[in-house]
């Protein structure tokens, strides 16, 4: 039980018994372990190994340096979000199904702050400050962050205030202001 509560083993955390027995017993650690970071066939991240969709999130790991930022991978996960979950410079985390981006859910005001110090690490300057001022302005009038932004009604939705999303904003203005 080092590290870990009574209930990890109950509920099938990650290290778990209930974990290691379904992957297959000792070796059920090294085989999650591998699970977590699958490649798509494009070259990209991709969700998960049964969903190949593109996440948003995928883009945190070069940003918190489990990744260079010029590695192809990465660099592939950066085109991807852009081109497929970003509309008007805002992004959405991840497509639910064939419907619009939009109808699905709002842009996530975090991932935009993400693509910002993405593209910053990039050093593409100019669509970095693009890509943060335009989420930045889509505050509430105190200056409140929500965790999505409806992109067609111009208006906040989601949890009010979302304090992940003010403290993105802060390290990607420090980021950016290098």
Same mark, same amino acid.
């Given at each position: 039980m080092r590290g870990r509560t009574p209930g990890d083993r109950r509920r099938g955390? *990650? #290290? @778990? +018994? +209930?974990t290691r027995r379904r992957l297959g017993g000792a070796r059920g650690h090294d085989r999650l372990r591998r699970l977590r970071h699958v490649p =798509? *066939?494009?070259g990209r991240w991709q969700r998960s190994p049964t969903d190949g969709g593109v996440d948003a999130a995928l883009l945190l790991p070069a940003l918190r340096g489990a990744l260079t930022a010029? %590695?192809?991978r990465t &660099? =592939?996960?950066l085109r991807a979000v852009r081109a497929? /979950? #970003?509309r008007d410079h805002y992004v959405y985390r991840f497509r639910h199904d064939q419907r619009p981006l939009e109808d699905a859910e709002g842009a996530f005001l975090l991932c935009g702050f993400a693509l910002a110090m993405a593209e910053h690490s990039r050093h593409d300057d100019v669509e970095? &400050? +693009?890509w943060f001022e335009r989420n930045r302005a889509a505050c509430g009038p105190p200056g409140l962050y929500a965790e999505e932004f409806d992109v067609a009604q111009r208006r /906040?939705? @989601?949890?009010l205030p979302q304090a992940f999303v003010h403290a993105l904003m802060l390290?990607? %203005? =420090? +980021?950016? =202001?290098?």
């Open positions: 955390t *990650p #290290g @778990g +018994r +209930r =798509a *066939p494009t010029d %590695a192809p &660099v =592939a996960t497929d /979950l #970003g970095a &400050v +693009r /906040l939705r @989601g949890n390290e990607a %203005a =420090a +980021r950016l =202001a290098r």
